[in-house]
């Protein structure tokens, strides 16, 4: 399904709506379920009106992907944000990695995880909302931040898209799975430090470069 244009708020009165209507969206998301839940039921919690929702965000699926953009917001923010180049790339990744954890291993974001997960086999297009605003536009940003290393020779030539997947898959691993399964509470601050910088170590050092212990 094709997601209508979006026109972005121009006051500060149309920012708080476009907010209200995204907390509404995300708490019924969780509550009931994607599927569940109506834009006509997203409009009576947060207040306003349809066509604020459409104008904001031309339907209720272009409504999730906003949604999901805005959970990753911070975390792309990282590796776009100014001056983020001018960092050592063991502290790049270091900020990005504690970032990522502490934003993924969230109940909310988990929930959010489990009811995509739940519905795409019924809306596929659902899935790709997902990624495409979460996961993969994190990728993306890591991607580019690798590719102007390259240019300016601070990496070799490589895929950087598929190097971007290997750092993240290594922070994420098991402990995501884990954590979707409920299996432990999230883990503390120092254990998701002490996890990513293992990780930093070991992307760029490697097994034989990671010290005795």
């Avoid at 490589?158 to 999230?186: N, Y």
Wanted: glycine letters at 10%; hydrophobic letters at 40%; a neutral charge.
């Amino acid at each position: 399904m094709t997601t209508p244009p979006r026109l972005p708020p121009t006051t500060a009165r149309g920012l708080q709506r476009r907010d209200a209507l995204l907390d509404a969206a995300q708490q019924l998301f969780l509550e009931h379920g994607y599927g569940q839940v109506s834009v006509n039921d997203i409009v009576g919690r947060a207040g306003g009106s349809l066509s604020t929702l459409y104008r904001h965000f031309g339907n209720k699926e272009g409504l999730f992907q906003a949604m999901v953009e805005r959970r990753s917001h911070h975390i792309y923010g990282t590796l776009t944000d100014e001056g983020v180049d001018e960092l050592a790339i063991e502290a790049a990744l270091q900020r990005l990695g504690i970032d990522l954890l502490v934003k993924v291993m969230g109940e909310e974001t988990l929930g959010i995880y489990r009811e995509v997960v739940a519905e795409s086999p019924r809306q596929p297009q659902l899935a790709r909302l997902f990624f495409d605003g979460g996961p993969g536009r994190v990728r993306l940003a890591l991607a580019n931040y690798f590719e102007r290393r390259v240019q300016r020779q601070l990496m070799p030539a490589c895929d950087t898209v598929e190097l971007a997947g290997i750092f993240l898959g290594m922070l994420l691993g098991e402990w995501h799975l884990i954590r979707v399964l409920q299996l432990k509470s999230p883990p503390s601050r120092a254990a998701i430090e002490e996890r990513v910088t293992r990780c930093v170590d070991l992307f760029l050092h490697g097994v034989k470069g990671l010290p005795s212990r």
